[in-house]
């Protein structure tokens, strides 16, 4: 079956507690993306992959990593959180940018 | 830069009435356009898009037509089923980025 998988599904940490979240695609998409949605402000583009080795910030990179070592993974990195940073976060993959974007079912990360 | 900016909500209709929400954007160059939907705890799905001037997207009865010269992008269909419940999201994709309208509620009642 076509997916994106996210792990964890819920993460409840502290402020400056270094955290990942894994994100896994089996499509063979070249394209991968990070987002976090809030209430009232939609979904924001945090980093995006265009291949491997190959990532450029979206809207909102400030505070998180990302890396692209294989073309399947791209996790995100929170070095430092911070309450801030607690959202909803959504990977996604698509073949090419301007295709269908396959979103996986979200993480829901509280920073206290 | 590039934004996207949909009608507020919720929005709340009964089954078989005809649904229109609005999406206008601003972009450089010629960026592709989508509307999403996310049902409750799920992640987002395309539903249609388009990816030049004229172009219209169809999907499940839903529709959008993309104009150039209004730059817009609304979403219509013509008869609304409670299954049609969900959040609503128009998006746009320019030079390998994504933008997103900020989601509209709707709730369909019997």
């Known amino acids: 079956e076509a997916q994106v998988t996210q792990n964890p599904r819920y993460l409840i940490t502290v402020t400056g507690k270094k955290l990942t979240v894994t994100c896994s695609q089996n499509m063979n998409h070249e394209y991968m993306s990070w987002y976090r949605q809030d209430p009232g402000l939609g979904l924001r583009q945090i980093y995006y992959?265009?291949?491997?080795?190959?990532?450029d910030k979206g809207d909102v990179p400030e505070g998180y990593k990302v890396s692209r070592k294989e073309k399947r993974n791209f996790p995100l990195i929170l070095e430092s959180p911070s309450p801030n940073q607690t959202s909803l976060y959504f990977c996604?993959?698509?073949?090419?940018?301007?295709?269908?974007?396959?979103f996986g079912p979200g993480t829901r990360l509280t920073v206290t | 830069g590039n934004s996207v900016t949909q009608m507020e909500g919720p929005v709340t209709l009964s089954e078989e009435a005809f649904l229109t929400i609005n999406c206008t954007y601003t972009?450089?160059?010629?960026?592709?356009l989508f509307w999403y939907v996310q049902y409750p705890g799920e992640g987002l799905q395309l539903l249609l898009k388009a990816t030049k001037a004229d172009d219209k997207g169809s999907n499940k009865g839903f529709e959008a037509t993309y104009r150039k010269e209004t730059t817009s992008f609304h979403l219509e269909k013509g008869s609304v089923q409670v299954s049609d419940s969900a959040v609503y999201f128009c998006a746009l994709s320019s030079f390998n980025k994504f933008y997103f309208g900020s989601g509209t509620k709707l709730n369909v009642k019997p």
């Open positions: 972009a450089t160059g010629y960026p592709s």
């Open positions: 992959s265009m291949n491997v080795e190959v990532t």
């Open positions: 996604a993959s698509s073949s090419m940018p301007a295709y269908e974007q396959y």
